[in-house]
C-alpha cells in the first residue's frame, strides 16, 4: 500500500512544480497528467481526464492515456444517469456494470473509474480509469485528501484574485499626480495596512478657481472596503459636476451608503472646497477634524463635525468655515495616524502631534508631511503600522496672479 508520507510528499512537489498563478484548468490538467505518471501503480490509475462543467453537462478538455489505451467521452450530458451519480458526491467511484449501458457512451462501458468533482457546480470533474485490483479504502483516503488541497489552493488563489482586484479598485481611486492650483501647494500619502486598506484621499476640480479635497476612511478592509471607497469618490465627483451644494452632496452620498448591501460597514469623510483667495468651506462626517497651523504658530481644529456616513440614512450635515492666510497649513490626517501607539499604549495624536506642530517651521507642504509621518513612525518605533495611514496636507502661498 501506498504510505502516506510518501503520498504528500510526491503530491506536494506536483503542486510546487505548477506556478501560483496558474488558471484552474491548467491547475487541474497538471494534476491529472501528475498522478497518471507519479501514482499509477501505488492507486492502481491507469488513465486520467479533465472535464469542464457547459451548460449542467461535461464537455472533455484533456486526457492522459497512461499505462493504457481507451477514448475518453467527449461530452457528459447532463440528463445522464452518470452526471446525476457522480455530481451527488464529491468523489464517487463508479465500477464497471454499475450504470445502465445505453445511459453511457461506448467509451464509458467496461471499466471502472474514480470521478472527483472540483469546485462549486462542480465546475470540472477529474476522471481516473483504474485498473484491476484498485483499492476502494486506498483510492477514497488518497483521492480525498488530493481533493480537500486542491478546494484548499482554489480558495486561496480566489481570495488572492479578490485582493488583486481590490487593490486595483483601490490604486485606481488614488490621483496619479498632485494637483495645482495658484495660490497653494499640496501633499499626500496613504498607506494600508494590509494589502488593501479603507483609507482614500482625492483632489477633484471645480472649475479653475476651486478645487475640492477629501480624505476619508472606510471601515474595514479588502475587497469591501475598496468597494465602499470606489462608491464614495464615484459620489463625491457625481455631486460636484452636477453642481450641487458640499452639505447635500454629502447628504445624498450618506444616503446611498446607508441603503448599500454593505449594511455593516460606515465610512468617515472630510471634503472641504477652496479657493485661490484663501477662503475653505468643509463638510465633516466624523473623520478626525483636521488641524489649522497658523504662520505666526497659532494651531486651532477645525470645529464644525457630524455623524460618519452609513448607520443614519436621514443624517443632516453643517457647513464649516475658514480663512487660509499666507503660509497657513491645514493637517488632514486619518485615525491610523493619530492612533498610532508607542510601547506605552500612547497615541501619536494626544501626546506627540500637537507639540510637533506647534514647534515646527515648515516651509512646504511636502515638508511638513514627512516630518509628520516620520514623527508618527518613529511615536511607534517603527513596528508595523496596526490600521491604515492615510495623511493630506494643503499650505497656502502668495498668489501674484491672482486678481
Given amino acids: 500500500m501506498l504510505q502516506a508520507k510518501i503520498f504528500y510528499r510526491k503530491l506536494e512537489a506536483l503542486f510546487a512544480s505548477i506556478e501560483d ?20 501503480e501505488g492507486l492502481g490509475i491507469a488513465n486520467a481526464a479533465l472535464y469542464r462543467n457547459k451548460e449542467g453537462g461535461f464537455d472533455l478538455v484533456r486526457a492522459w492515456d497512461g499505462q493504457a489505451s481507451g477514448a475518453w467521452s467527449r461530452r457528459l450530458e447532463p440528463d445522464s444517469s452518470l452526471v446525476h451519480l457522480i455530481t ?22 467496461g471499466r471502472d473509474v474514480a470521478w472527483l468533482a472540483v469546485g462549486e457546480g462542480p465546475d470540472f470533474l477529474l476522471a481516473f480509469g483504474l485498473v484491476p485490483g484498485w483499492k476502494r479504502e ?31 479598485v483601490q490604486l485606481s ?11 497653494y501647494e499640496f501633499a499626500a500619502h496613504s498607506l494600508p495596512a494590509e494589502d488593501v486598506g479603507g483609507d482614500f484621499y482625492d483632489f477633484i476640480p471645480v472649475d ?9 476612511d472606510a471601515s474595514g478592509h479588502g475587497f469591501g472596503a475598496a468597494l465602499q471607497v470606489r462608491d464614495v469618490v464615484t459620489g463625491l465627483r457625481m ?15 450618506n444616503s446611498v451608503i446607508a441603503r448599500s448591501s454593505l449594511t455593516t460597514r460606515f465610512v468617515s469623510l472630510f471634503y472641504c472646497e477652496l479657493d485661490r ?11 478626525p477634524s483636521p488641524y489649522h497651523l497658523g504662520a505666526g504658530g497659532s494651531i486651532q481644529r477645525l470645529k464644525v463635525r457630524g455623524l460618519v456616513l452609513g448607520p443614519k440614512p436621514d443624517a443632516r450635515y453643517e457647513r464649516g468655515y475658514t480663512m487660509l492666510d499666507n503660509g497657513d497649513l491645514l493637517i488632514i490626517p486619518s485615525d491610523g495616524i493619530l492612533e498610532r501607539l508607542d510601547p506605552e499604549g500612547r497615541e501619536f495624536g494626544d501626546v506627540a502631534l500637537e507639540p510637533l506642530l506647534l514647534s ?26 496596526a490600521d491604515d495611514a492615510t495623511l493630506v496636507v494643503l499650505r497656502r502661498t502668495a498668489d501674484p496672479h491672482w486678481r
Avoid: C
Avoid at 467511484?93 to 450504470?99: D, F, Q
Avoid at 453642481?243 to 452620498?253: G, H, N, P, S
Avoid at 483667495?277 to 473623520?287: E, I, K, P
Fill in 21 to 40: 498563478s496558474a488558471p484552474t484548468e491548467t491547475l487541474l490538467g497538471e494534476v491529472a497528467r501528475g498522478l497518471t505518471e507519479t501514482f499509477a
Fill in 239 to 253: 455631486g460636484i459636476a452636477s453642481d450641487l451644494k458640499m452639505a447635500r452632496t454629502v447628504e445624498k452620498l
Fill in 138 to 168: 486506498t483510492l477514497d483516503f488518497y483521492l480525498n485528501a488530493l481533493r480537500n488541497d486542491l478546494e484548499q489552493r482554489l480558495l486561496n488563489a480566489w481570495h488572492q484574485h479578490r485582493l488583486a482586484e481590490a487593490r486595483q
Fill in 88 to 109: 451527488e458526491h464529491p468523489l464517487r467511484i463508479v465500477t464497471a456494470g454499475a450504470i445502465a449501458p445505453a445511459a453511457l457512451a461506448p467509451a464509458d462501458t
Fill in 360 to 385: 515646527r517651521k515648515w516651509t512646504s507642504a511636502r515638508e511638513a508631511l514627512e516630518g509628520i509621518w516620520e514623527a508618527a513612525v518613529e511615536h511607534g518605533e517603527r513596528a508595523p503600522w
Fill in 173 to 183: 481611486l488614488l490621483p496619479a499626480k498632485l494637483p495645482t492650483l495658484p495660490g
Fill in 277 to 287: 483667495q484663501g477662503y475653505l468651506f468643509y463638510v465633516n462626517a466624523g473623520h
Fill in 208 to 216: 479653475e478657481y476651486v478645487l475640492s479635497v477629501a480624505v476619508g
